[in-house]
């Protein structure tokens, strides 16, 4: 039980992360963004957990469990390093972030894979990673117009995805 609520959480922040990065940019966000990311999470975790039910035999879930968390730290660090204050987080010719997420989100189903979680999971999993989407994009916009004297309040959805990181470690 406590592994469920662990990743469940972890799929949540993530998510909020993800919507709260999406508010940097000038630009409204469309919801096709929020659709694509979506779509994105529910496909390289499905297919993970596809991989994951094939490599069941020889692969510890505290080998997985560690290279999430080193994947959620380059991301972080890859968003400090990629930021730019018109276009945001996620550039259009930049791929960096999106590697380092598709690699997260396709480790994250090897690891529900190795866990025997299958796809009703992953479905759940995919939408609670949306509205986590959703409710990141607002509580952004809403901090964002609190600070908005502040450059550094594009930055706040990391706070989070850095604390579960470490929780996820522990």
């Known amino acids: 039980m406590w592994i469920i609520m662990i990743i469940l959480v972890f799929v949540?922040?993530?998510?909020?992360?993800i919507g709260g990065l999406l508010a940097a940019p000038r630009e409204p966000v469309k919801p096709l963004h929020l659709f694509l990311f979506s779509?994105?999470?529910l496909f390289l975790c499905y297919m993970g957990m596809i991989t994951g039910m094939f490599i069941s035999g020889w692969m510890a879930i505290r080998v997985i469990?560690?290279?999430l968390a080193i994947l959620a730290i380059l991301?972080?660090?890859a968003c400090f390093s990629r930021y730019h204050p018109t276009?945001?987080?996620f550039h259009p010719e930049d791929r960096v972030l999106?590697?380092?997420?598709?690699l997260m989100f396709f480790f994250m189903g090897i690891e529900w894979g190795l866990l025997e979680f299958r796809t009703f999971f992953t479905i759940v999993s995919g939408i609670l990673f949306t509205v986590a989407l959703a409710l990141g994009l607002y509580m952004q916009v809403q901090i964002q117009h609190a600070l908005r004297r502040h450059s550094y309040s594009a930055f706040t959805p990391l706070v989070w995805l850095?604390?579960?990181?470490v929780l996820k470690l522990l």
């Open 12 to 17: 949540f922040t993530i998510g909020l992360t």
């Open 39 to 41: 779509l994105f999470f």
């Open 65 to 67: 469990e560690i290279v």
């Open 75 to 77: 991301f972080i660090v």
């Open 87 to 89: 276009l945001g987080f």
């Open 98 to 102: 999106l590697s380092v997420l598709g």
């Open 162 to 165: 850095l604390f579960v990181s």
